[in-house]
């Protein structure tokens, strides 16, 4: 491990980015904290350049690897674009299995690496190909859409795989009355709103799985939260209940989330989402308030600078990423038609 001079360069660096980030609720990140973990940065950034590895980190995760260590940080889709240009031999993917398969299966010839192992994802492992197999048997002929929250072998029996970014412009551009989509029941009854919204007519039939984080936000959270911050601007991811989605003033991925929040010119913003997020938007908007009261991805926050460094020192079985062949041909299938719709 590093000492000395180097700590204290590599604490201020840190400091310089975290020092407007809640490290837990009234506290922010002090120069100590930094201190604590600046070996572990120091360390996975020399062995980093020396393995040849690129490190891809979702908006989840905790924020000492976000600033700490990543080269790229983003949401789903960002991410998965971000994979499908990674020059370097090995992607280490601070995320979820889901998208640490999604670069595997865009980069077959790399290794991919989840520092976190098999963490999961309530809505990827909601459902299997089979079950997939098995609706689409009640509905012939029609196209599927699948979340990028799911595995690749639902990915493998989808024709688009869309996220919270593109979900409703793919969907808008599909021929077609009828669309299957899974495994996404909250998001695909936003979706149902969105379309209309755009005056778009489809009968979206749905599979029954839900984001344990997303899933649990309330109308009365919405309501309370207006009437303790008067003129407070409330965000809500769509994997949210839409009769919560509907009391909000944005309804949207992660991305858009922090565009919203950087072009607004209100100062008191809601966010009924993750807390990585909420990371990232004290970061960037030093002079807003970022009102946060619950949602914290647990499988997310499986992902730690103590893994990271193991898995670039020597990889775990848990953590390498591989995808049967057959199965990973068919999902790049999926990945490659969201990339294309997406232009
Ligand atoms: P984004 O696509 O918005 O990053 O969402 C991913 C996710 O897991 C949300 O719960
Ligand atoms: Fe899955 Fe929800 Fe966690 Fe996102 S926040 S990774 S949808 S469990």
Redesign the pocket.
């Known amino acids: 491990m590093p000492s000395g001079g180097n700590i204290e360069w590599e604490s201020a660096r840190l400091f310089s980015q975290l020092k407007n980030i809640s490290l837990r609720p009234g506290a922010k990140w002090t120069l100590g904290d930094c201190r604590v973990v600046a070996p572990y940065t120091l360390e996975i950034n020399r062995l980093k350049k020396e393995k040849d590895a690129f490190i891809l980190a979702h908006s ?1 995760t905790n924020p000492e690897i976000m600033y700490g260590v990543a080269d790229a940080v983003g949401d789903s889709y960002g991410l998965s674009l971000a994979a499908s240009k990674v020059k370097q031999k090995t992607i280490i993917f601070a995320g ?1 299995w889901f998208m640490a398969e999604t670069a595997k299966i865009i980069n077959p010839s790399k290794t991919v690496l989840i520092p976190g192992g098999r963490a999961g ?4 492992d909601s459902m299997t190909g089979e079950d997939l197999v098995n609706f689409k048997k009640k509905h012939p002929g029609a196209p599927v859409l699948c979340y990028i ?1 799911s595995s690749a072998e639902v990915k493998a029996q989808a024709d688009i795989c869309v996220t919270s970014a593109n979900v409703a412009s793919i969907a808008a551009k599909i021929s077609g009355d009828k669309i299957i989509f899974a495994p996404d029941m909250l998001m695909a009854q936003n979706l149902i709103v969105m379309l209309r919204a755009q005056g778009v007519k489809k009968e979206i039939v749905y599979t029954g799985g839900s ?4 899933d649990k936000y309330t109308a009365d959270e919405v309501k309370n939260m207006r009437a303790k911050y008067p003129g407070i601007k409330i965000l809500i991811h769509p ?1 949210a209940p839409p009769d919560v989605c509907a009391l909000c003033d944005y309804v949207g991925g992660t991305e858009g989330m922090l565009k919203y929040v950087a072009a607004s010119k209100d100062k008191t913003f809601g966010l009924l989402t ?1 807390i990585g997020l909420v990371n990232r938007l004290e970061h960037d908007n030093p002079g807003k308030t970022i009102i946060w009261e619950r949602g914290t ?1 647990a ?2 926050k499986k992902n730690t600078l103590f893994n990271t460094l193991a898995a670039l020192k020597e990889p775990s079985a848990r953590q390498i990423v591989d995808v049967e062949e057959k199965t990973a041909r068919a999902a790049l299938k999926c990945i490659d038609k969201m990339f294309e719709m997406s232009k």
């Not at 984001?211 to 997303?214: L, T």
């Open positions: 989840y979820v994802c309530t809505l990827a929250n984001c344990c984080v997303h994997e993750e991805c499988y997310m």
